[in-house]
């Protein structure tokens, strides 16, 4: 199984401050098909997970612009250039490339 | 609005039986792949099952092959998980995902196993 490593596992922010996410796979994560299957979620406290960013840089509808990924093959970032009240609870990436699906441990997103 | 709504979560007896119900609305629930994913405060999310648009293809985690098997009735729009054999570590908050990007999530039902 594909291995998924987050760091750090927690972060403490103040709003208004940039804030970085690592995701590491330990496997490559580029298909054959010249995509990249990495994804982002962020779930805030008594919620579902939501999506944030697919293949590795694409933001979902509705996902403002301060959240922006980056990376390929097997070392991934999540970056938000300003952190508003909104964005905090636990981030996870997750590689959809090989069965089974897996997810990184998580990266609680705190109120400094 | 797009929606994936989860029933059928409840207290069971290791070695009982459980069926989980998701129901979809306001997309074309026959053109997708569709997942149920699990979360646990332990293990974090963990995907267990898939299953392609017409359910002719079926994929599942190591740890549930053999006891749990998805199913899908597109007439219904839903998706089923019907788990069997269950396992105190089966106890989780399971989710059904529309697997595009896995970008709609249900709210989720809460299964719990013990005696």
């Known amino acids: 199984d594909i291995v998924m490593t987050q760091t750090p596992l927690s972060l403490s922010v103040t709003p208004g401050q940039p804030a970085s996410i690592s995701c590491k796979s330990s496997q490559s994560l580029l298909h054959s098909d010249g995509r990249t299957y990495l994804y982002w979620y962020l779930q805030k406290p008594g919620q579902s997970p939501q999506l944030l960013i697919y293949e590795v840089s694409s933001r979902f509808s509705g996902v403002p612009d301060r959240f922006s990924g980056s990376g390929s093959g097997t070392d991934f970032t999540l970056k938000i250039s300003r952190v508003e009240a909104e964005d905090f609870g636990v981030y996870y990436c997750m590689q959809g490339i090989h069965l089974p699906y897996t997810f990184g441990q998580g990266t609680k997103l705190e109120i400094k | 609005e797009v929606q994936l709504v989860e029933s059928g979560g409840g207290l069971v007896q290791p070695g009982g039986s459980l069926r989980v119900s998701c129901a979809a609305s306001?997309?074309?629930?026959?053109?997708?792949?569709m997942s149920w994913v699990r979360q646990t405060p332990g293990k974090g999310l963990e995907w267990v099952a898939n299953i392609n648009e017409d359910g002719s293809e079926k994929y599942y985690v190591d740890s549930v092959k053999g006891r749990f098997t998805i199913s899908r009735d597109n007439a219904k729009n839903s998706l089923y998980l019907q788990m069997n054999s269950l396992r105190v570590e089966d106890t989780a908050v399971y989710y059904c995902?529309?697997?595009?990007?896995?970008?709609?999530w249900g709210q989720g039902t809460v299964v719990t196993v013990s005696s």
């Open positions: 995902v529309r697997q595009t990007a896995f970008d709609i």
């Open positions: 306001e997309f074309t629930f026959s053109n997708y792949w």
